[in-house]
């Protein structure tokens, strides 16, 4: 995965071999859905006890929606974009 997200940031950044960006997409996509993918959401169902488990799982999701959306609207509004996906793409 880390591979395929340094890819993608080299090819923003240097704006050339983009005919691998959508290979390189593919890829990310599929390594993602095999490892870190479902993780989350199995991780929160175990951690909360029953009597507030579909609390917890809901206090969960829209969290992680609200800080997606934050993301999308904080890199779309940017005239750094490339600076901003190498750093964002390279660090942990």
């Keep these: 995965m880390a591979g395929t ?5 080299a090819i923003f950044y240097t704006h050339t071999h983009r ?3 959508v290979w390189l997409l ?3 996509c599929a390594s993602f859905s095999f490892s870190l993918g479902a993780v989350i959401w199995v ?3 175990e951690v909360f006890p029953n009597g507030v488990r579909s609390k ?10 609200i ?14 974009i490339p600076q ?3 750093l964002y793409f390279l660090l942990p």
């Design 19 to 21: 005919e691998l960006l």
């Design 56 to 65: 917890g799982q809901s206090l969960g999701s829209i969290t992680h929606w």
């Design 84 to 86: 901003l996906l190498l």
């Design 67 to 80: 800080v997606n959306a934050i993301n999308r609207l904080h890199f779309l509004q940017s005239p750094l």
């Design 43 to 45: 991780y929160m169902s």
């Design 5 to 9: 997200l340094a890819g993608i940031a």
């Design 26 to 28: 593919i890829s990310y």
